[in-house]
């Protein structure tokens, strides 16, 4: 036991406390790359969620300009038909 300015170091136990260094900082090594892969996955969700988005904009826009041209096309054939006039309007 060595004694340094009145206090107690325990020499021994400097082996054992190097060895749980080196494996926290192993740990957090893994664990910092296990983060980067989990965010780079995160990353390519992002990215196919958002062009997943932009297709359903799309979808959503072709179908209402769709429904509009159905309902031009309905208005001219109105337009275009003759009315009886034996039938009332009614």
Known sequence: MIYN???RVL???????GA????CAA???SLREELDR??????ELRERLL???????ARR???AELAALYR???????????????????
């Open 38 to 43: 989990i965010r780079a996955d995160r990353d």
């Open 5 to 7: 300015n009145g206090r």
């Open 20 to 23: 749980e260094l080196s494996a």
């Open 51 to 57: 062009d997943l988005l932009a297709a359903v904009r």
């Open 27 to 29: 740990e957090r090594d």
């Open 72 to 90: 031009e096309r309905d208005i001219a054939r109105a337009r275009a038909a003759e009315r009886d006039p034996a039938q009332p309007l009614h």
């Open 11 to 17: 020499v021994a136990q400097w082996p054992r406390a």
């Open 61 to 63: 826009n072709a179908e």
